[in-house]
């Protein structure tokens, strides 16, 4: 039943809702950018995690109406914001390889009449692995001046290799070694590694998973700008958005 209510595009309102983590300026502690994450909005008996909901869409085959649902969503709730700010988006392999996606993103651009340098789309390696067709609707994409972030970068099996074949606007450091920057020798020299290859490549740098003010502290020191995290920002509904950026002022 939970499956049918995720393949109607028409009832998404109904069952899910789109909040938003902040991506903040590390020196100025400014907000950024938005990450946009799917949340159940539906009845708490048929509860499912984001993941769920995102796996259950990619099995059913859903997930091209789903992620351009998400994607409007973003747009339109961005729209309202201060124009200071990026909105991110996240990406599904499957999402990645109809074609024709680049041609769904250039037409949600227009119809919420946003500029393309304010969306930021989030990919992980496992989206782009032996997919040629995938890089080359990313490129398409890229092309339009839309940036590319590859997601939880280091995690994956190929990521120097992604790097040499496509080039990301960003990296976003996964939270998994961010979490020990503080009190691990080897996570601490990677991180600072990460950030080195950033500078040298001129991509820019993200560190997920800030829970901490050590781990911000860290960061800082080791002279990474942007972090996402608990500490700096929970996922939050989009009117909470307005008002911190109101507030920030
Ligand atoms: O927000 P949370 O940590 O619960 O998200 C769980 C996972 O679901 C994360 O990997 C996140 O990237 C993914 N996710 C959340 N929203 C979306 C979305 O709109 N599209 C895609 N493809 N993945 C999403
Ligand atoms: O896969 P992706 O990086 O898109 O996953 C994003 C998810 O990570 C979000 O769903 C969000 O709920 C979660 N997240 C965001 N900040 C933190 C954090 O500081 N700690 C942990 N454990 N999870 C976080
Ligand atoms: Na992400
Ligand atoms: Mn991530």
């Excluded at 973003?74 to 390889?97: C, E, F, M, Y």
Aim: charged share 25%; hydrophobic share 40%.
């Amino acid at each position: 039943k939970k499956m049918r209510a995720l393949v109607k595009q028409d009832t998404y309102a109904e069952t899910l809702t789109v909040h938003y983590q902040p991506m903040v300026c590390l020196q100025t502690a400014k907000d950024y950018c938005f990450e946009a994450l799917i949340r159940w909005n539906g009845s708490k008996s048929e509860y499912m995690a984001p993941i769920d909901i995102i796996q259950a869409a990619e099995q059913n085959g859903s997930i091209g109406s789903l992620g351009n649902w998400v994607l409007n969503q973003a747009l339109k709730d961005h729209q309202g914001w201060d124009g200071t700010t990026r909105i991110a988006v996240n990406v599904s392999p499957r999402q990645l390889g109809n074609s024709g996606f680049a041609a769904q993103v250039l037409a949600a651009l227009h119809r919420w009449n946003l500029p393309p340098e304010s969306l930021e789309l989030e990919v992980t390696e496992t989206a782009l692995l032996d997919e040629s067709a995938s890089i080359a609707e990313l490129r398409k994409i890229k092309e339009l001046g839309v940036q590319i972030a590859l997601d939880d970068f280091g995690t994956g099996y190929s990521s120097l290799t992604l790097l040499q074949h496509f080039a990301f606007d960003k990296l976003k450091i996964d939270r998994s070694f961010v979490k020990l920057v503080d009190s691990d020798t080897l996570s601490h020299e990677i991180v600072g590694s990460v950030l080195e290859l950033g500078r040298k490549l001129k991509i820019e740098t993200i560190a997920e998973g800030i829970e901490t003010e050590r781990h911000l502290a860290a960061m800082k020191s080791l002279g990474c700008n942007m972090g996402q995290g608990y500490l700096l920002g929970k996922p939050m509904p989009k009117q909470h958005v307005a008002e911190r950026l109101l507030a920030a002022e």
